[in-house]
């Protein structure tokens, strides 16, 4: 049973993301279509060796980490992450601006990930705004 504290907590946690949120005018992820990314994106997950986020009310940078052994309903549900993040704690959807797959890994080994491939499987799930340039391919989750 959830106490009426732990209610006041995730109310007040709302309430700082749809503050931090605000600025942008557009929402450009859903919950539904963030569930059919995160599932392809783990579907080949042997193919993407690095995801970087950040939250719309902080300017830290996280990673997001998914394996192939991540499953809907236990690691991640309908609006968010139970973990899978180098920041820790949950990780709700809509408090994601972007995410960001860099191209160089590991420059001392030349280690790459191929943008191209993540665009494709991106763009296989539906239309996102995304931008790439030599650093990387940016997912924004909202537009200002």
């Not at 007040?12 to 557009?26: C, G, H, N, T, Y």
């Not at 809907?72 to 972007?98: H, P, R, V």
């Amino acid at each position: 049973m959830t106490t009426k504290k732990a209610l006041r907590h995730y109310e007040q946690i709302d309430r700082e993301i749809a503050k931090a949120a605000s600025r942008f005018s557009q929402q450009l992820m859903s919950n539904s279509k963030w569930v059919r990314l995160i599932g392809k994106l783990v579907e080949h997950a042997d193919k993407i060796l690095t995801i970087e986020f950040k939250k719309v009310q902080q300017d830290r940078i996280g990673q997001l980490h998914l394996a192939e052994d991540t499953e809907f309903g236990f690691d991640y549900w309908q609006t968010g992450f139970e973990g899978c993040n180098s920041l820790g704690g949950w990780l709700i959807f809509k408090e994601i601006e972007y995410l960001f797959f860099p191209r160089v890994i590991d420059a001392g080994k030349q280690l790459e990930q191929d943008l191209q491939q993540i665009e494709a499987i991106i763009n296989s799930v539906g239309q996102f705004s995304l931008e790439m340039d030599e650093a990387g391919l940016k997912l924004h989750c909202y537009k200002e």
